[in-house]
């Protein structure tokens, strides 16, 4: 697991952050009673292993809908960049690193460039953090067994 930041501890309150899906700004941390939000940083669809992970949420998505969680996915990519991509969640884009920043996610890829640390978020209804996974490198992030176990043990 790679070096979480102290300011996604679960237990800690987001600021307030916001994301963009379809052209609409949404504020995060205020998921309809009894639901969760779960963010999912991703680098992009230019990484394998991000295309990969979305692909592996995608197809568990009714594992998650069963435990009252709404997906959204943030990818270090333009608007333009996500046409055509076709998920069961929202993609907010983050071209800017503007939200990651906002997280603490502002990494350097294997390249060298500024991109988002893959994390994996989840927030309940009065914007706590009940779980965060904050990967070391492209390849770093839960399995998704790992993942609904995780969340089955949240309290």
Known sequence: MGVR?????PGRAIRNAIVQIDGEKVALG?????RLQMLLFE??????????HLGLIAEQR???AARNIDII????????????????FPIS????LELAAEFDLVGIDEFGKRTIRPATILIDESGLIRFSYVGDDSRDRP???ALLLALDHLV
């Open 5 to 9: 930041p102290a300011t996604l501890e």
């Open 143 to 145: 399995t998704i067994p």
């Open 30 to 34: 205020h998921a309809a009673t009894g």
């Open 73 to 88: 996915a943030v990818t270090h990519e333009a608007v333009s960049d996500l046409n055509g991509r076709i998920y069961p």
């Open 62 to 64: 009714n594992e998650f």
């Open 43 to 52: 680098r992009g669809h230019w990484c394998s292993s991000c295309r990969r």
């Open 93 to 96: 884009p983050d071209p800017n």
